[in-house]
C-alpha cells in the first residue's frame, strides 16, 4: 500500500507560517493527496486536497512537487488554535471502486505564543 | 453542512458483551467507513461500506463485522468485546468517485471512545 512519512512534530510562532512536508514516494497516478488535522478528543478535519497542482483555499496552501513523491501543507499565518494532529492521506483505489484513506501516523503542530 | 453523527461520545463495555456503534450520515453518500484510533498507530480501517448491503474488510477487520441496512446509517459490531478493542472508533463517509465527480473527501464524526473491562 501507498504509504506516507510525516515528521513525528514541529513547532511554530504564532503569527508565522507552518510548512509540514509529507513523503509519499510510492504514489501512484491517479492518487490524490488529502491533508487532514485533528484536535485533540475531536474527528479528523479536511484541510485541503490536490493531484498534480498546487492548490490554496481559505484554510491552507498545497504544494505538490512535480515528481508527486512528496508535498506540503502551509498555514500562512499560524495560530494558537492550528495546534493539531496534522494527517498526509493517499487516496488509493480498492477492487470495488471504492477509494479508501492510507493515514500517515501525522506530525504534531504546535503554535507558540 | 455535512453531518456525521455516532450514537454515543463515550461507552463502557464487559469482556465478552456484544457492542453496536452507529453511524448515521445525513447527505446520501455512498460510502461509509469505520476506523480504529491507537496511540502510536494513527487511524487504521476496519471495514467500508460502498453502497447498501455491501462491505469490505480493511486493514484490520478481525473481530468486527458491520452492517449497512439503509443508505444513511453503518453499524460496526463487535461480537464478543475484548480489552484490546479498547479504542477510539471513528465512523467518515464520502461520497462515490466518477468520471463527473473527482473528490471523495471523506467527512468524520465525533469518534465514539469505547473501553472494554
Known amino acids: 500500500d501507498a504509504k506516507t512519512t510525516q515528521p513525528t512534530s514541529m513547532d511554530c510562532a504564532e503569527g508565522r507560517a507552518a510548512n509540514l512536508p509529507c513523503n509519499h514516494s510510492?504514489?501512484?497516478?491517479?492518487?490524490?493527496v488529502y491533508w487532514y488535522r485533528q484536535i485533540h478528543s475531536q474527528g479528523p478535519q479536511y484541510i485541503i486536497h490536490?493531484?498534480?497542482n498546487n492548490e490554496t483555499n481559505e484554510m491552507a496552501s498545497l504544494i505538490i512537487t512535480e515528481d508527486r513523491k512528496s508535498s506540503t501543507l502551509i498555514l500562512p499565518h499560524a495560530t494558537l488554535r492550528d495546534t493539531a494532529v496534522y494527517y498526509c492521506?493517499?487516496?488509493?483505489?480498492?477492487?470495488?471502486?471504492?477509494?479508501?484513506?492510507?493515514f500517515g501516523t501525522g506530525t504534531r503542530l504546535k503554535v507558540l505564543a | 453542512d455535512v453531518k456525521v453523527t455516532q450514537s454515543s461520545r463515550y461507552l463502557v463495555k464487559r469482556t465478552g458483551e456484544k457492542v453496536f456503534l452507529e453511524c448515521v450520515q445525513d447527505?446520501?453518500?455512498?460510502?461509509m467507513f469505520w476506523y480504529r484510533q491507537d496511540p502510536g498507530l494513527g487511524l487504521r480501517l476496519i471495514y467500508f461500506?460502498?453502497?447498501?448491503?455491501?462491505?469490505e474488510k480493511g486493514d484490520i477487520p478481525e473481530g468486527y463485522s458491520v452492517s449497512r441496512e439503509k443508505k444513511e446509517r453503518f453499524s460496526l459490531i463487535l461480537e464478543s468485546a475484548s480489552t484490546n478493542q479498547t479504542s477510539m472508533y471513528l465512523c467518515?463517509?464520502?461520497?462515490?468517485?466518477?468520471?463527473?465527480?473527482?473528490?471523495?473527501?471523506?467527512?468524520f464524526g465525533p469518534g465514539t471512545r469505547l473501553t472494554v473491562l
Open positions: 467518515a463517509s464520502s461520497i462515490r468517485r466518477t468520471s463527473g465527480r473527482v473528490t471523495d473527501t471523506q467527512y
Open positions: 447527505m446520501d453518500h455512498e460510502n
Open positions: 490536490g493531484l498534480k
Open positions: 492521506i493517499v487516496s488509493r483505489w480498492t477492487t470495488s471502486g471504492t477509494y479508501k484513506y492510507i
Open positions: 510510492t504514489i501512484s497516478g491517479n492518487e490524490y
Open positions: 461500506s460502498y453502497d447498501v448491503k455491501m462491505k
